[in-house]
């Protein structure tokens, strides 16, 4: 494996993702791991993971981070580029599908929506709350079936009458289910009831006052239940395309964007290689009293060493990733 590479890594609640595209912006190795409420050890695990795929002394170019945990993995890996997922995934869809005006993101515990124009994002919305709109709610209920999650978007396909079920939260939708179950009703309506009420949950909260236009993109881990695609283009009357590498776009993105940053500014990266740290990785956190708002500082530390801080509005201790008590009291 010569030449360039980029990576993105995506740090998310329920999986820690990971992508790296060769010189040509194409992917040559993807990685999805379990988060298991440990970010750090999934990047390093993921790391890991990937130096034993890859040639050792593989020349990574540039590595950027996205997802809920993306300042955490900038740290740890070096990034060149930490961005929110809006812009990670909305890089991913322009470089899939040049003329991508919707995308569609539902992950394990949160979901988006992404408007988009000319490959510039014109409107978004975020769900961060409502479980009944994200993919935790279908292994939830895939659970109480009896059934694999992975076979239940087939189920929903063979529906011949789906039920409707209450999708607005997800304790009313689960009550909803099992009174389904008590009167009789097949699995496979049920199920498709349920992808039905997933897809009405996250057009009302997220697409409510907009206009989603065509070509669509489905993306994020939920998009490989056939059940829930059905169910989109049912709802919307069009055609939803996913792309083949669905579940890792929020990392693709990352990637390309810090491939571009590296190359605009024409610097070598700050990426610290596959394994980049040995030893124990502490986290804390402080609350500043330099001024009334009294900021929560996240420290981290690798060996006793501390390695950054971030959650603070001024960038008295961000700005200065190893002297951040020194930063804070100079201004």
Known sequence: MGGTYYL????????TNFALLDGHLELCEKLCLDTGGQPIAAVIRGLNLLAGRTEEGINVAAAGTTGSGRQLAGLIAGA??????????AAAACRFM??????????????????????????FAMNTVCAAGTGSFLDRQAMRLGIPIEQFGGYALRSKSPVRIAGRCAVFAESDMIHKQQTGHANEDIIAGLCRALVRNYLNNLAKGKELCEPIL??????????????????LQKSVVVPPHHEVMGAYGAALLAGEAVQSAGKTTAFKGMRPISGAVTVQSLECGD????CEVVSISANGEPMGHWGDRCGKWSSNARGGQTANKNG
Not at 8 to 15: A, K, R, T
Not at 80 to 89: G, L, R, S
Not at 222 to 229: D, R
Request: with cysteine; charged share 20%; hydrophobic share 40%.
């Open 8 to 15: 993105g890594i995506d740090v998310g609640s329920v999986s």
């Open 80 to 89: 060149d580029v930490i961005k929110n997922e809006i812009t990670a995934h």
């Open 98 to 123: 040049p003329g991508v005006r919707t995308v569609i993101e539902i992950g394990g515990q949160d979901s988006k929506i992404i408007l988009l124009k000319d490959g510039m994002v014109t409107d």
């Open 218 to 235: 489905f993306q994020g881990g939920v998009a490989a239940n056939v059940g829930i695609v059905a169910a989109f283009e049912q709802e």
């Open 291 to 294: 001024c009334p708002n009294r």
